[in-house]
């Protein structure tokens, strides 16, 4: 079989590591597979190049901050292939330009246009295993791009596409997707399987194992992703299109503190009122994420929206300027909220499950300031100091801690 | 004019040093002219890069050693080419590969086989400043391959006479090259000009300013050098054919402290022995410097040699098969030695220079284990603690205090 088995930085952090992970993807090959390593930038070699371009300029070219960022990969892929020598494995290995994935334009977030494996192809028909520098493309000038935050999940993803490789390994420092973040929730255990669906809205929601951007593509390319731990033999969390293998309304819950909420109170309760306001914010860039307004009380709304707390002083600056251009009568910011979501393919068609949800958090005291929802997915904003209570709370009323399944050491 | 610019690690040790090394590129700029930039790795990211491959692996191959290493140098031209854009400039990064430079397939010290500089002739042509890694290339492969310790400078060379510049600066942290090295002679003055072969004898002899394969590389392709202090406004030294410009014997001294001496008593005086022994030494990659071979003494002789510090504990156990090979008395191998060196093109034809310098040593005290001669320069063993006293003393000697004629600040 032919393996894509990408590791993240802090699994490639020291070179005792990078040792470690050779030893890892020798045990594989040593089974009679093939495999294609994909590395991440060591440790924080990523934040410290960003630093020192910080440093140099306030205003950085987009093409030159890609061609800094992408050294951290490479210099990656050359201990990688010489720990994997050392070991006796026949290795090379490869820039984001030598495995051939181009990319467009866009400078720091690129999108892959189309991968040209056919060097990994002669490496593999050769006996030798290529280590690819995540993160990173060409595009048709021949300039480096990079592809964000979290892009060598997406390199790893776009190979196993292109090689039709059996199976696509991401690991990291954590042992697969949990039902809840172990760190704010004790009793969270790691999930055997996952929908393509769950794992997008449980990633944007603030659960940090896999990139948005990767996951959206292995489910438009048929890719199954295996989240696994390096350092731990865990079995790891199963990314397809099947989903949870369980009867269960929720399959897990994300917490994200990283926002603030916005509220123009008094506005008009007239057609555009909505549209202006958020056009306002779309032309700056900036995402809105929960809405809602309000019945209408003597012809005027209130709008509330919560925004990334990155975005929260352009924010109120565009809705202060928006509120007086609508004649409203008041404008609220609060950074001192969280969001706290329940995600599971199994909410589709259960209208019960959102009343268990706000009675948990009833139970547990927590108000409720707003409410989103979408298919497979309840959102509540309440206040920060209560989050963590909140989402120990969801998880324990929809039974998650045994909803696992699952041997972990 | 055209001006190539090359700034060692030292030069852009930190975002600091970058932004004002784009102030002084700026400058030259400003005045009318047209630069390539050349840049090393900043301060001791190549030893860090070094240190970690070490500690991956004990067999390194050369191919991912140079994938490493150049990355030092890409990342030092993306924040260059940052700090220049902050100023106004127009500037783009250039890898050894991106700059045309095509070079042999030996990894690690690469020799420069032809220079195909379009793509920076198209920048130039567009107004834009191009920054250029330094030693780095690429193979007939497209495989990045560097070109040893101190290759930026000969990147630097290499381009000026493919572009075809008006000038080849290279700029340090001193400002130029000196009639002895100034830290163990505080007397010792900045040289205005010295000739490609005095600073190919000052260099091999252990003077650090220029390294050796660029000196002659610039010698071959007729390239003047202008070595000068990045931060200090000094007129610094022109390197060309023509040489010191001063009716002086000697241009400048030299002290290499980094040696060893083996010395083989006893041993047959007869055609053969001296070839047997060197051809042992050659053959281990040995490179051997200065030799004496006593007179005979009943059909036996004494023979002397030097090698690098390095290379002395090869040298000793290839010396000692050799002894008994040859039937030999004994060995001696002495770690304590220096090389205090005289160079100058004034050397040539004046018999008094050497009289000259054993007068000085001998006045202060120095003896001289051995002598070493070629057109242009006088070596002389001597016991290490001496070192700095002999150098001094043949520095005074021959007034090179008063030789630089240059006004320094």
Redesign the interface.
């Known amino acids: 079989m032919l393996f894509v088995q990408k590791f993240g930085g802090s699994s490639v952090a020291?070179?005792?590591h990078?040792?470690r992970v050779a030893q890892k993807v020798k045990a594989t090959l040593d089974e009679g597979h093939q495999v294609v390593v994909v590395v991440s930038a060591m440790g924080d070699t990523t934040d410290e190049?960003v630093a020192?371009?910080e440093?140099?300029?306030?205003?950085?070219?987009g093409?030159?901050?890609d061609?800094?960022l992408s050294?951290g990969e490479?210099?990656s892929?050359?201990?990688m292939?010489?720990?994997l020598?050392?070991l006796g494995v026949p290795a090379?290995?490869f820039t984001g330009r030598d495995a051939g994935i181009l990319t467009d334009f866009d400078h720091g977030r690129a999108r892959i246009l189309a991968v040209h494996p056919q060097k990994l192809q002669e490496a593999l028909a050769a006996g030798v295993t290529p280590v690819v520098a995540g993160f990173q493309g060409v595009n048709a000038r021949d300039d480096v791009t990079t592809l964000g935050r979290g892009g060598s999940d997406l390199t790893a993803i776009a190979l196993a596409s292109a090689l039709k490789a059996d199976r696509c390994e991401i690991y990291s420092d954590v042992a697969g997707v949990f039902t809840a973040d172990p760190r704010v929730v004790p009793a969270a255990v790691p999930l055997a399987q996952l929908s393509y669906d769950e794992m997008l809205e449980l990633a944007s929601q603030g659960a940090q194992v896999l990139q948005t951007q990767a996951v959206d593509y292995a489910r438009g390319n048929g890719v199954v992703i295996h989240a696994r731990s390096t350092f731990q033999d865990a079995p790891g969390t199963i990314i397809d299109h099947r989903g949870a293998a369980t009867n269960q309304a929720v399959t897990a819950v994300a917490l994200n503190k990283r926002i603030a909420k916005i509220g123009l109170k008094g506005v008009p309760d007239a057609p555009g009122v909505a549209a202006h306001l958020f056009e306002k914010l779309a032309r700056h860039g900036i995402n809105i994420d929960l809405v809602i307004q309000s019945l209408s009380h003597e012809q005027l709304n209130d709008i509330a929206f919560t925004v990334a707390l990155d975005d929260a002083e352009a924010a109120e600056r565009l809705s202060r300027e928006a509120l007086e251009e609508l004649k409203g009568q008041g404008l609220v910011v609060d950074r001192n909220v969280a969001k706290v979501s329940a995600v599971g393919s199994g909410l589709l068609g259960r209208p019960g499950v959102a009343a268990r949800l706000f009675r948990a958090l009833a139970d547990a005291g927590v108000n409720i300031q707003m409410i989103g929802t979408s298919e497979i997915k309840i959102s509540c904003i309440i206040a920060r100091e209560q989050a963590e209570v909140a989402l120990s709370a969801i998880h324990e009323a929809f039974g998650l801690h045994e909803s696992g399944r699952l041997e972990t050491d």
Chains 1, 2 share one sequence.
């Open positions: 020291t070179p005792d990078i040792r190049l020192k371009a440093a140099v300029s306030d205003t950085r070219s093409r030159e901050m061609v800094l050294t490479i210099q892929t050359a201990l292939a010489m720990a020598e050392a090379r290995s």
